[in-house]
């Protein structure tokens, strides 16, 4: 089975802090995606990234930003943290090629910016 | 626009009865959708896909219809159960180079015992 993992499930910040989310899939995908979702909102998609050290803008990137050095890990910073940031974040990983197009999640991680 | 839709944002049946969850998508040129399953403090899990040369697909216990005229997609659900109970989501591709999917909103499904 494919697993994607996220190192936190829950984390409080303070506003200003540098914050690092991270993330590993082990099935080789060449696709990984960083949402945020909240009530009413759905899933927005904040970067990706189709290849190692390739990264593209989503739909709201500002404030984040990404960093991908090896192919199962995706990482999202948030250079400093505000109380708007406070969400549930959830990452995804995807096969670059292929007949599907199917997204792979992890569990998310629940930041909350005090 | 760029946008995936959902006609209700909560949709409550009787365990046993059939579900219908409906999406509405923008781009015509859309030529692969799935829907995803999440449940109270998961991820979204992938139930099932269809691509745009297809009417209908299906898998257990859940069809997908697509119809292209009026850019509409539905996710039924045959005999539901209490542990159908989640948020679904409707995604469509929006470019297959790299593997971006555009989310719908979501749909609450409650199913009373």
């Known amino acids: 089975d494919v697993k994607v993992t996220q190192s936190s499930r829950y984390l409080v910040k303070r506003t200003g802090e540098k914050v690092f989310l991270e993330c590993v899939q082990d099935?080789?995908?060449?696709?990984m995606f960083w949402y945020r979702q909240d009530p009413g909102l759905g899933l927005r998609l904040i970067y990706f990234?189709?290849?190692?050290?390739?990264?593209e803008k989503g739909d709201i990137p500002e404030g984040y930003s990404v960093s991908r050095e090896k192919k199962e890990r995706f990482s999202l910073i948030l250079e400093s943290a505000s109380t708007n940031q406070t969400s549930m974040y959830l990452c995804?990983?995807?096969f670059g090629r292929g007949t599907s197009y199917e997204q792979y999640f992890g569990p998310g991680t629940r930041l909350t910016v005090t | 626009g760029e946008s995936v839709g959902l006609h209700l944002p909560t949709l409550s049946v009787q365990e046993g009865d059939n579900s219908i969850i409906n999406c509405a998508y923008s781009?015509?040129?859309?030529?692969?959708f799935i829907w995803y399953k999440q449940e109270s403090g998961k991820g979204p899990q992938f139930i099932i896909d269809i691509r745009s040369n297809m009417d209908k697909r299906q898998g257990q216990r859940v069809t997908v219809l697509l119809n292209k005229t009026v850019k509409h997609l539905s996710l039924q659900i045959a005999a539901t159960q209490p542990g159908d109970s989640a948020v679904y989501f409707c995604a469509e591709i929006w470019s297959s180079n790299t593997g971006k999917l555009i989310f719908g909103q979501g749909t609450t499904l409650q199913v009373k015992p």
């Open positions: 781009n015509s040129a859309s030529d692969y």
């Open positions: 990234s189709y290849d190692v050290k390739m990264k």
């Open positions: 995804a990983s995807s």
């Open positions: 099935m080789d995908h060449e696709n």
